[in-house]
């Protein structure tokens, strides 16, 4: 019977093509070359290739049954039936590259529906969400597509949460309106849609969530990708400084001077008293570990909640006060 393409690619008979399209892209990226160096990755990487193609090409067999070589001949012999036979001839890099618009997925974070972002850095420039939806994928056939037609600019929308829905993470649904082709493929209606967006805990302002190709269509264009830029909401009480949060705590002079304790609020709800005995000059910061927001790398671990002193000095002191503070303070 030959390879089984549905196997190769983990999956069972029957599944859909975008089941198919979802397991080429987790193995792709899992099997490329120039992401895993281990011994077998680059022949395993072709194979997903192969199997890719077997099942999403124009061959009708493979598509059907997953099977390199096709069915078996009928009859004794193989005599009484067609013999169908399928040769992968492509390039696993050029699929690779088309299958992912021309893109550099290794300089993208992703965010998939599993919860696996193994493929992030440290700058959280980009996330492609889900598993790129129902999003069609040209498979250079000879098609127009990609060589007569552009891409939009991306669309970008700011994406508002606050300190506490990055503490914990959040569920934002953004509800767009975009055009959208009618089956003549000339015509065009509007049509609403919910793109739903998963904060992850400690997201730092600035990460883009990209949903590619959401923009409007139209018989001549390649729809944008719609981009929302997540922005950090003003707090009443808190300053965000990456992952750490800043609390500025208002104390008299006196205090600074003679010590004092401080009722340190925190992002859940708790208050932490902070006993102070040394002398608190202004802007001074002493630092609370692990009450900041969480890393995005590592949620498990958290920044610093930092307490920034600013002292209050009074409008006007009795005359008998200063002399009774030159003979106290220093000069």
């Given at each position: 019977m030959g390879k089984d393409y549905y196997r190769t690619l983990g999956l069972s008979r029957g599944a859909s093509g975008e089941d198919v399209r979802r397991a080429y892209r987790r193995q792709a990226l899992r099997f490329h070359p120039d992401k895993n160096k281990e011994p077998g990755a680059e022949e395993r990487f072709k194979e997903v290739a192969e199997a890719y193609d077997g099942l999403t090409g124009t061959f009708p067999l493979p598509l059907l049954l997953g099977l390199k070589g096709g069915a078996p001949t009928s009859g004794p012999g193989g005599s009484n039936g067609p013999t169908f036979t399928y040769t992968f001839r492509g390039d696993p890099h050029a699929m690779f590259a088309e299958f992912f618009d021309g893109r550099n997925p290794f300089d993208t974070f992703f965010v998939q529906r599993n919860g696996d972002d193994e493929d992030g850095d440290d700058t959280f420039t980009?996330?492609?969400?889900?598993?790129?939806?129902?999003?069609?994928?040209?498979?250079?056939?000879?098609?127009?597509?990609?060589?007569?037609?552009?891409?939009?600019?991306?669309?970008l929308y700011d994406l508002k949460v606050s300190l506490e829905e990055i503490y914990s993470g959040c569920t934002k649904k953004m509800k767009i309106s975009h055009k959208r082709l009618n089956p003549d493929g000339k015509t065009v209606r509007n049509e609403d849609k919910i793109l739903t967006i998963e904060v992850k805990r400690g997201w730092k302002e600035g990460t883009k969530i990209t949903f590619p190709k959401e923009g409007d269509q139209t018989?001549?264009?390649?729809?944008?990708?719609?981009?929302?830029?997540?922005?950090?909401?003003?707090?009443?009480?808190?300053?965000?400084?990456?992952?750490?949060?800043?609390?500025?705590?208002?104390?008299?002079?006196?205090?600074?001077?003679?010590?004092?304790?401080?009722?340190?609020?925190?992002?859940?709800?708790?208050?932490?008293?902070?006993?102070?005995?040394?002398v608190l000059k202004p802007g001074v910061k002493r630092r609370i570990p692990g009450e900041g927001l969480p890393y995005p790398r590592t949620p498990d671990q958290r920044g610093d909640l930092i307490i920034e002193f600013e002292v209050k000095f009074p409008d006007r002191i009795p005359p008998s006060s200063k002399t009774l503070l030159e003979q106290i303070l220093p000069v």
């Open positions: 980009t996330f492609h969400v889900g598993g790129f939806g129902s999003v069609g994928f040209p498979r250079g056939r000879g098609g127009a597509e990609g060589t007569c037609r552009k891409q939009d600019p991306p669309v018989p001549n264009n390649i729809p944008a990708d719609v981009v929302f830029v997540l922005k950090d909401k003003p707090h009443g009480v808190f300053r965000r400084e990456g992952s750490d949060i800043v609390y500025p705590a208002k104390i008299s002079l006196r205090e600074a001077l003679c010590g004092c304790t401080v009722n340190t609020p925190t992002l859940d709800g708790r208050t932490i008293p902070m006993v102070f005995k040394d």
